[in-house]
């Protein structure tokens, strides 16, 4: 089953932070995010394994909660950069292929 | 850098009319993906192929068949276009399973 991710969307302020959940109905083992800016192609962000590593990208941070079954990117001090949506990929847990996208969050910063 | 590369960004198509979206990754990738992407629903995975004319359904494969002739080039085939198929098509392309995905620019659908 697809990862739900919360927000949908959200609207921040040039130096606000900010918090997307994404959470599964299985148990993770890894969890990868990417950003998609608007009219281009999404791009990989990092990858969070088992074990509850945290990950970091520039201001933008990442941990996984196995016993949730979540994940959480962290977006500190936006910048006008961070503007895009962000998905989270999870694993399937059965399938050839591995990982199923989440819903996808809409972050806009403004200046 | 990997480059995936989609044949359009914009197309318009008339109902019932057979539709081509063509996808070419320069990085000799095994994997090659084609996916939906539509507000609220995320990115759905409609196919993918793991090998030259290996291909396995994704999520929503239903009105959609695909082709890999090349390890390079992987076309999603909409045989008879209908306008719930309007939408976003992502492509992309990993060199194995578990690894990062490297998307193409979209294509943005329109179904009349």
């Known amino acids: 089953q697809q990862p739900v991710q919360s927000p949908q969307a959200v609207i921040l302020r040039e130096g606000e932070d900010a918090v997307i959940n994404c959470s599964s109905s299985?148990?993770?083992?890894?969890v990868h995010w990417y950003r998609q800016k608007h009219g281009e192609a999404p791009v990989f962000l990092m990858i969070?394994?088992?074990?509850?590593e945290q990950k970091g990208h520039d201001k933008i941070s990442a941990s996984f909660n196995e016993k949730k079954q979540q994940s959480s990117l962290y977006l500190t001090a936006s910048q006008l950069s961070y503007s895009g949506t962000y998905f989270c990929?999870?694993?399937?847990?059965?399938?050839?292929?591995?990982?199923?996208f989440g819903t996808g969050t809409r972050l806009k910063v403004l200046a | 850098d990997v480059k995936v590369t989609q044949s359009s960004r914009y197309l318009v198509k008339r109902t019932g009319e057979k539709v081509f979206l063509e996808c070419v990754q320069d990085?000799?990738?095994?994997?090659m993906f084609w996916y939906r992407q539509d507000p609220g629903l995320g990115l759905r995975l409609i196919y993918f192929?793991?090998?030259?004319?290996?291909?396995e359904k994704g999520d929503i494969p239903e009105g959609y068949s695909v082709s890999r002739e090349k390890k390079e080039r992987f076309s999603l085939i909409l045989e008879s276009a209908s306008t719930n198929q309007t939408s976003m098509y992502l492509c992309?392309?990993?060199?194995?399973?578990?690894?990062?995905?490297?998307f193409g620019p979209g294509t943005r659908l329109l179904v009349l």
């Open positions: 990929g999870t694993e399937r847990g059965s399938g050839t292929y591995k990982y199923i």
């Open positions: 992309a392309s990993s060199p194995t399973n578990q690894e990062t995905q490297y």
């Open positions: 990085m000799d990738h095994e994997n």
């Open positions: 969070l394994l088992k074990g509850g």
């Open positions: 192929s793991y090998d030259v004319k290996m291909k």
């Open positions: 299985k148990a993770l083992y890894s």
